[in-house]
Every structure is written in structure tokens, then in C-alpha cells.
């Protein structure tokens, strides 16, 4: 049992450390989310290998810094929906406040002094910063509204992480419940459980960031297409003129159904930069190219659906643009709210 939770717990060190680094070195316009939470990621990172050394060596010299690092993971997880939420965000001589307990339970580890059970301060810090992110629930996706079509997916994050440091707290109790009864960590079946949890949660989320696109794309590049010209003003005609063009190239030709086609071919075709085209159809239609693109041929294969019900859904798929059944469901679930084949049984 000991040899897996040191397995475990070095994978989920090796894991937030590929995160953090992928987070630090990303470089959107407002670098300050992606900041934080490379820097959770690190933090979990240098907590897991201690802890992997506590279950082998026991507690020594290096065990007096794991309850400081619990006690930031709450502020810097706060800290980061702070900036997501706030494109102004800067941390402050105040946002140090946050860290206090942390640098408390420090020098009471290198003192020896425990004026606070540390354990008991963990669970209070995580139990605290749970309530505060689900008070930050409580205002709804409209708080992320500057991140457009992405919003549901922060949320969706917001949630996600406020659920994770709930468990958190719930297992740090559990734990502190076994070493009550006199087992030994190395034998704590919720230190096992939270390893284990811990390291399917950093696998999911890095595979989801290393991904193209990723559904963590809106933090590590969102910002870079994030302005928008004000309505009416001169860069704003050019962008809607622009998409105009767009829109009767792609219509007229189908682009949408050709192979190969991309954005760089379509920007170069109407003699624009990349750049320009994607900023275009982000300010207008509120979505990336290939979003775009997905969209119309799901419309392309709606009205195949509909107007040649002899076709077979592969044929269907292949004529409006999509290579393979995977994505086709994808994305036509996505848009529709139900699968091809349904889609076309309810409406034939």
C-alpha cells in the first residue's frame, strides 16, 4: 500500500509540474490567471514529492513545509478566480493577507511552538475558501461574460474546482480521523483515495490543456482576441465588410466541405492577415473559425438529413465537410442537442 501511494503521489508531482510549467510559459495579454494557477499547479507539485518522501522516509526536516503548502492552496485558488473574473485584477499588499495562516503554521513547524493545531488550520482554510468560491458561484456566469462564447466553460471550472477543494476538506477530515486511531499515514486509506482522486483530476486537466483546441484555451489565449471595437466605429465596418466577404466566399464555394480549406487559405485568398480574419469572425459571429466552419456544416447536414433521407449518415457526414464520425457526433450533439441519427427519425 505504501509503494502505490508513493507511486501516486510522485505521478501527481511529475503532473502539476508538466501544468505548471505549460501555464507559466503560455503568454496571453493578461497574464495574471494563468500565472496563479501555474503557480497552484507548482505548489501541488513540490507538495506531492514531499509527501511521497514523508511516506517513505517518515516525517523529517522536509515535512515542516507540507501544512504551509496546504494552507496556500485555498488563497491561490481564490486568488485566481479573483483575476479570472476581474480582467483588472492585480494583486496587492492586501491579497498578501490571504497567506498569513500559511506563513503562521511555518513558524510554528520551524519553532516547534503549536499555539493552532496546523491540522486543524488546513481544514478550516479549505473549508473557508470552499464557501468563498461557492459565494462566487452564486453570481452566475454573467461574471465571466468578457470571455463570450467560453463562459459556460469557466463556470464550469468555478465549479469544478469549488467541488474538488470541498472533497479536500472532507478527506483531510477523514484522515485526521485514521492517525486518530492510531494508524500510520502510510496506512491512511484517505491519504490512498485523495492521491489517487488528485492525480485523476491532473490527468484529465492535462490532457484537456494539451489538447488543440483545448477546453482550457480560453486561459492561455482567449485574452489575445479578447478586445472588440466599439459598434459603429471605422474598425468595426472593416471587421463586419470583412466577414461579409467571408461569409459569400465560404457560402458560394462551400469551403465548409472541402478538404484542406483552413483559416490561412481562406485569409489568403481575400488578401487579409490571419490574424485580422480570425479577429474578424470572432467580433462578428462571437466564435473561432473552426467553430464557424463546424457550424455550417452541421447546417449543411441538417439539410442533407432532411432533403436526402436515401443517404446514409456516413455519406451525409462526408458531404458536409466532417472526416470522421467521431467529430461529426461531436459536434452536431454540441449545436443540436441530438445525434444525426435521431435529429433525422424526429424529423421525418
Given amino acids: 500500500m505504501s509503494m502505490m501511494m508513493q507511486i501516486l503521489a510522485w505521478l501527481s508531482a511529475f503532473a502539476c509540474l508538466l501544468m505548471g510549467v ?4 503560455s503568454r496571453p495579454s493578461n497574464p495574471m490567471p494563468a500565472k496563479l494557477l501555474g503557480t497552484l499547479f507548482l505548489v501541488m507539485a513540490f507538495q506531492a514529492s514531499l509527501m511521497s518522501m514523508v511516506i517513505e522516509f517518515g516525517r523529517g526536516t522536509w515535512s515542516i513545509l507540507l501544512p504551509s503548502l496546504a494552507l496556500a492552496l485555498g ?14 485584477y492585480r494583486l496587492t499588499a492586501r491579497s498578501s493577507l ?31 475558501y470552499t464557501v468563498a468560491l461557492a459565494l462566487r458561484m452564486t453570481k452566475g456566469r ?3 461574460s468578457r470571455y463570450g462564447t467560453h463562459q459556460n466553460i469557466v463556470f464550469l ?9 470541498a472533497l479536500s476538506c472532507a478527506n483531510e477530515l477523514f484522515i485526521l480521523y485514521e492517525l486518530s486511531q492510531g494508524k ?13 482522486s488528485k492525480l485523476t483530476m491532473l490527468s484529465f486537466t492535462l490532457l484537456s490543456a494539451l489538447q488543440k483546441p483545448s477546453p482550457l484555451d480560453w486561459l492561455t489565449g482567449f485574452e489575445r482576441t479578447a478586445y472588440r471595437p466599439s459598434p459603429q466605429s471605422p474598425e468595426d465596418k472593416n471587421l463586419r465588410d470583412l466577414v461579409k466577404k467571408f461569409d459569400r466566399l465560404v457560402d458560394q464555394e462551400k469551403c465548409y466541405a ?12 481575400l488578401n487579409v492577415p490571419q490574424r485580422q480574419l480570425s479577429q474578424a469572425i470572432n467580433h462578428v459571429h462571437g466564435e473561432s473559425f473552426s467553430k464557424r466552419m463546424n457550424r455550417l456544416r452541421v447546417k449543411e447536414a441538417k439539410r442533407l438529413l432532411l432533403t436526402s433521407t436515401g443517404k446514409s449518415i456516413t455519406d451525409v457526414m462526408l458531404e458536409a465537410g466532417f472526416r470522421t464520425k467521431s467529430n461529426f457526433n461531436k459536434e452536431f450533439l454540441a449545436i443540436e442537442g441530438m445525434s ?7 424529423n421525418n
Avoid: N
Avoid at 22 to 25: E, K, M, S, Y
Avoid at 98 to 125: G, K, N, T, Y
Avoid at 258 to 269: M, P, Y
Fill in 258 to 269: 472541402q478538404e484542406g480549406v483552413s483559416l490561412k487559405s481562406l485569409a489568403s485568398f
Fill in 142 to 144: 454573467a461574471q465571466f
Fill in 98 to 128: 490571504h497567506f498569513l495562516p500559511a506563513a503562521f503554521c511555518l513558524v510554528e513547524m520551524l519553532f516547534r511552538q503549536f499555539w493552532v493545531d496546523p491540522d486543524l488550520m488546513i481544514v478550516m482554510s479549505f473549508a473557508a
Fill in 157 to 165: 471550472w468555478l465549479v469544478s474546482c469549488m467541488a474538488i477543494l
Fill in 75 to 88: 488563497p491561490l485558488l481564490f486568488l485566481y478566480f479573483q483575476s479570472v473574473a476581474h480582467s483588472s
Fill in 22 to 25: 505549460h501555464l507559466l510559459r
Fill in 340 to 346: 444525426p441519427s435521431d435529429f433525422r427519425l424526429t
Fill in 184 to 196: 500510520q499515514v502510510k496506512q491512511s486509506i484517505g491519504l490512498l483515495m485523495g492521491l489517487l
